[in-house]
């Protein structure tokens, strides 16, 4: 059984820090890219960062230069620090993972930031 399973969300005042994790087990085959996305109240679902297998990473515009994503391929996971925290980026965190053609969703990890 494939899991992705977040951890290290929660309410931050703004311009604290957080780190998010995330762990992936049952997936057969090799995971080409990990990231993550979120999901803002009352909007769609949006790219964060993601990391591939030989470590180089992607991010948002809006993250640039206060997120950053890392993997540890022994464990098959996936970080997510987070820096300079603002209300904008309230949401609920999504890890995903891609193998071959398929991929797979974590269950979402709120991250809630107060002005």
């Known amino acids: 059984q494939v899991q992705l399973v977040e951890s290290g969300g929660g309410l931050v005042q703004a311009g604290g820090s957080l780190r998010l994790s995330c762990a992936a087990s049952?997936?057969?085959?090799?995971?080409?890219?990990m990231g993550w996305y979120r999901q803002p109240p009352g909007k769609q679902r949006e790219l964060v960062a993601t990391?591939?297998?030989?470590?180089?990473?992607n991010y948002a515009d809006y993250v640039k230069g206060r997120f950053t994503v890392s993997r540890d391929h022994a464990e098959n996971t996936v970080y997510l620090q987070m820096s300079s925290l603002n209300p904008e980026d309230t949401a609920v965190y999504y890890c995903?993972?891609?193998?071959?053609?398929?991929?797979?969703w974590g269950q979402g990890t709120q991250v809630t930031v107060s002005s």
């Open positions: 049952g997936i057969s085959g090799r995971i080409n890219f």
């Open positions: 995903n993972a891609f193998a071959g053609l398929k991929v797979y």
């Open positions: 990391v591939a297998s030989d470590g180089s990473a």
